[in-house]
Nanobody, 128 residues
């Protein structure tokens, strides 16, 4: 098991910023591609961003490119999602996810996503 706990969600005005954190508790954190997904009530969960276990390569959904940045700290065993220039359509529950030894493209494109562990989510609300 690799429990994942998200934090940092909240309410922000359009154009503002938030930083989400995902703390992992378990072994072999540096063998997992880590990712963020988001989901609105009644809709399918969609991919947002991912970072390879090497910590450098990243992959983003087109809707967030240039606005969001994913990063990881293997010492703290934590993944971050820095969200800038937020829009009302970014309002969703955001979920942290872990996929062991999985290519970035597979996390982003496979349906359903091949994820080993999910966090419980943190709510982001962007007002107009």
């Amino acid at each position: 098991q690799l429990p994942l706990v998200e934090s940092g969600g909240g309410m922000v005005q359009a154009g503002g910023s938030l930083r989400l954190s995902c703390a992992a508790f378990g072994p072999n954190f540096n063998t997992y591609t880590m990712a963020w997904f988001r989901q609105a009530p009644g809709k399918e969960r969609e991919f947002v961003a991912s970072v390879h276990w090497s910590a450098s390569p990243t992959y983003y959904a087109d809707s967030v490119k240039g606005r969001f940045t994913i990063s990881r700290d293997d010492v703290k065993m934590t993944v971050y999602l820095q969200m800038n220039s937020l829009k009302p359509e970014d309002t969703d529950v955001y979920y942290c996810a872990a996929a062991r030894l999985t290519p970035l493209e597979n996390v982003a494109t496979k349906t359903p996503p091949d994820i080993n562990y999910w966090g419980k989510g943190t709510l982001v609300t962007v007002s107009s």
